[in-house]
């Protein structure tokens, strides 16, 4: 009941600063024990972790798992959670953290769906993105796929993601400077190789 009141209180829409603020609140009720609090914050994130997930693995139902996983970690940790900093960085360095543990215990690359199969899937929670950016997102480097990630699927500020990842703004400007051009490469070498 009480993170309802919060959240309608206070729109999870708006400016960043109305965002975290409200992020805030439900946390540090989720943390006091409020379930509510937690499934409203798990709510308000969902439809982003997911898709951070899928463009990490390409899979519909290695994102889902992988989203899961990112949830139950989140309320594992949420004691951890120090309330006097932002909410936001903190949870998707613990996403990235995850993603990336997860990635190392997976087997293999699944191959039963295809790019196009996942992306405009009728129940895909994704809009559809040109495959031609999925895969050549995939091909990025972590170091270059996460800032790109977190800065424009899980729509972080800059000064947020260098939160998440332990860096400086100047590097995750660096690094989405870099993963821009290397995109643009990819993409245009596709374009020019043609259908196939």
Same mark, same amino acid.
């Given at each position: ?7 309608n ?7 960043p ?6 992020a805030?609140?439900l946390?540090?009720q ?5 379930v ?6 798990v ?28 949830f139950?970690?989140?309320f ?16 998707w ?7 990336i543990n ?7 690359p ?6 196009? =199969? ?6 895909s929670?994704l *809009? !559809?993105?040109?495959?031609? &950016?999925?895969? #050549?997102? $995939?091909? @990025? ?11 424009y ?6 000064? =947020?993601?260098?939160q998440?990842?332990n860096?400086?703004v *100047? !590097?995750?400007?660096?690094? &989405?400077?870099? #993963?821009? $051009?290397? @995109? ?13």
């Open positions: 009941m009480h993170a309802q009141a919060a959240a209180a206070l729109p999870m829409s708006g400016t600063e109305t965002r975290a603020l409200v805030g609140q946390i540090r989720a943390t006091g024990g409020d509510d609090a937690f499934e409203e914050v709510r308000r994130l969902q439809r982003r972790v997911y898709g951070f997930a899928y463009q990490h693995l390409r899979d519909l139902d290695e994102a889902n798992d992988l989203t899961q996983e990112i139950v970690k989140l594992r940790n949420l004691a951890r959670y120090d309330a006097e900093r932002p909410f936001e960085p903190w949870f360095k613990l996403a990235a953290n995850t993603t997860y990635r190392r215990k997976r087997v293999a699944p191959t039963d769906h295809s790019p196009d =199969q996942a992306i405009t899937g009728a129940g929670l *809009p !559809a993105h040109d495959p031609a &950016l999925v895969d #050549a997102l $995939a091909q @990025l480097d972590p170091s270059y796929r996460l800032p790109i990630l977190l800065h699927y899980a729509d972080l500020p800059l000064e =947020q993601v260098a998440s990842l860096l400086t *100047p !590097a995750i400007k660096s690094r &989405l400077h870099r #993963a821009r $051009a290397l @995109l643009r490469n990819s993409l245009a070498e596709s374009e020019e190789a043609g259908p196939q």
